[in-house]
């Protein structure tokens, strides 16, 4: 079965879609009949480099997946600084929380790279859930994973170091969105310092300090937005330090 993508040209294929989901453990644990369901009730739509999927405080219009692209999950205060809770890479699930709760969104949801989204709207959610109740437990699971994300975002920043959690976001990163190198694990991420910067709340100067002091090491390659981990053990070690 072939999948038109609305304000695309792109057709996926129903294998393809559940290749990408079921990368996720989250998705790939639920009973087979309601990923037939979520697959039934989808409809798919094509974002833009830079387009929003919602503000925050916008109402809730659905529960999305990530099939392609990128999403920076993010809030911006009333003087124009931003802080970036998380990116979210192909077969990752997000909005649950206003789903759940019926209200305002909490964060801006922006594609940062052309982007297709799987969309579960409130109806048919309300539909699963008022049917298969047990689609609540679930909907639990994928909620605590987020306030689990969260605690460690609070954790890192009050225990750990700027190399610490720069090593640790890094890391995570490569999980998310690396990719074979000649020299290692590239991100396909285009990152800016200023967005290292912002996304484990420090300065950009303390942000070059630390990629200029690893190239030398020779533990990172990073140019023109490009970062290549090429030595990750290294990494890994500074990551779980807690001193400068």
Not at 53 to 78: E, F
Not at 130 to 136: E, G, N, R
Not at 180 to 209: C, F, M, V, W
């Amino acid at each position: 079965m072939n999948i038109s993508v609305q304000n695309s040209n792109l057709v996926l294929t129903h294998g393809s879609i559940l290749d990408v989901l079921r990368t996720n453990s989250w998705f790939s644990n639920l009973p087979d009949y309601l990923i037939d369901i979520l697959m039934q009730c989808g409809t798919f739509r094509f974002y833009n480099d830079s387009d929003m999927v919602h503000y925050q405080g916008d109402p809730a219009r659905g529960l999305y997946a990530v099939i392609q692209g990128s999403v920076k999950v993010s809030s911006i205060s009333s003087d124009g600084k931003e802080s970036v809770f998380r990116y979210l890479s192909p077969g990752n699930w997000f909005g649950e929380i206003a789903m759940l709760d019926k209200s305002a969104r909490t964060h801006d949801a922006k594609a940062i790279s052309p982007t297709i989204l799987l969309t579960i709207s409130p109806k048919d959610l309300t539909l699963i859930l008022d049917k298969y109740p047990v689609f609540y437990q679930s909907l639990n699971i994928l909620l605590c994973k987020v306030i689990r994300n969260a605690f460690t975002i609070i954790n890192d920043s009050a225990l750990l170091s700027v190399s610490a959690r720069l090593a640790k976001r890094l890391l995570s990163l490569a999980e998310g969105y690396g990719e074979p190198h000649e020299k290692g694990t590239q991100l396909s991420l285009y990152l800016t310092q200023d967005d290292l910067a912002t996304i484990i709340n420090t300065t950009r100067q303390t942000i070059n300090k630390r990629l200029v002091a690893w190239e030398k090491l020779g533990w990172i390659d990073a140019k023109y937005g490009k970062i290549v981990l090429v030595n990750l053990p290294a990494l890994k070690q500074i990551s779980e330090d807690d001193e400068e």
